[in-house]
Nanobody
Framework: VQLQASGGGLVQAGDSLRLSCVAS????????MGWFRQAPGKEREFVANIWWSGDRTNYADSVKGRFTISRDRAKNTVSLQMNSLKPEDTAVYYC?????????????????WGQGTQVTVSS
């Protein structure tokens, strides 16, 4: 599976961005999909994930109520809608796929990774 993330950019605090992740190589319809982020000097951290069925989601406390993860099974894509962005959301955002229906928030348990897209939020 190859993952291609896009949609990052430079925005002001309070603005919105929508990240997209397109999968190729095979269908991700049975995969758990997640978004992670990594700020300079920090470890990669969990942001959100979505069940293979698409009917359940999980979020980090820091983004709950502001970010929404979704998937389009027909298009083989996963998206992350980010609203009310804060400077502390600044990071490189990665989409990831876990070839297992058991959901995980641990980066080490994801099998495939995209190249990352930079999100910068100015105050």
């Amino acid at each position: 599976v190859q993952l291609q993330a896009s949609g990052g950019g430079l925005v002001q605090a309070g603005d919105s961005l929508r990240l997209s992740c397109v999968a190729s190589g095979r269908s991700i319809s049975t995969y758990t999909m997640g978004w992670f982020r990594q700020a300079p000097g920090k470890e990669r951290e969990f942001v959100a994930n979505i069940w293979w069925s698409g009917d359940r989601t999980n979020y980090a406390d820091s983004v709950k109520g502001r970010f929404t993860i979704s998937r389009d099974r027909a298009k083989n894509t996963v998206s992350l809608q980010m609203n009310s962005l804060k400077p502390e959301d600044t990071a490189v955002y990665y989409c990831a796929a876990r070839a297992n229906k058991v959901v995980s928030t641990s980066a080490s348990e994801y099998d495939f990774w995209g190249q990352g897209t930079q999100v910068t939020v100015s105050s």
